[in-house]
């Protein structure tokens, strides 16, 4: 059974860092594309960064392009969201996603991914 477990969220003022990781069970961790997520309430889950299994040159949404960087390390089955210069519209419950197959020009879909984390509450004060 696939399982994503998610730590490291938490509340922080305007200009702070958070660092979020996952930790991957039950799967081969590097055949499988990864992908952190956010979702506020009454909006779609948003693609926030993803990386392919090949890890090639990662996606970023335009809102966090020099702020975030996405990371993963196959040998410990997990995957990180170093998250720096944080603004109150980050604001958001974070989750981690995984799946086999995903082409790189879909990683940003969240219905492209069948596993996720239970996901952690980001939040930024201004």
């Known amino acids: 059974e696939v399982q994503l477990v998610e730590s490291g969220g938490g509340s922080v003022q305007a200009g702070g860092s958070l660092r979020l990781s996952c930790a991957a069970s039950?799967?081969?961790?590097?055949?499988?594309?990864i992908g952190w997520f956010r979702q506020v309430p009454g909006k779609k889950r948003e693609g926030v960064s993803c990386i392919s299994s090949k890890d090639e040159s990662p996606y970023y949404a335009d809102s966090v392009k020099g702020r975030f960087t996405i990371s993963r390390d196959n040998a410990k089955n997990t995957m990180a969201l170093q998250m720096n210069s944080l603004k109150p519209e980050d604001t958001a419950v974070y989750y981690c996603?995984?799946?086999?197959?995903?082409?790189?020009?879909?990683?940003?879909?969240?219905?492209?991914?069948?596993?996720w984390g239970q996901g952690t509450q980001v939040t930024v004060s201004s």
């Open positions: 039950g799967l081969t961790f590097d055949d499988y594309a």
């Open positions: 996603a995984a799946d086999r197959g995903i082409i790189s020009t879909t990683l940003r879909i969240a219905s492209q991914y069948d596993y």
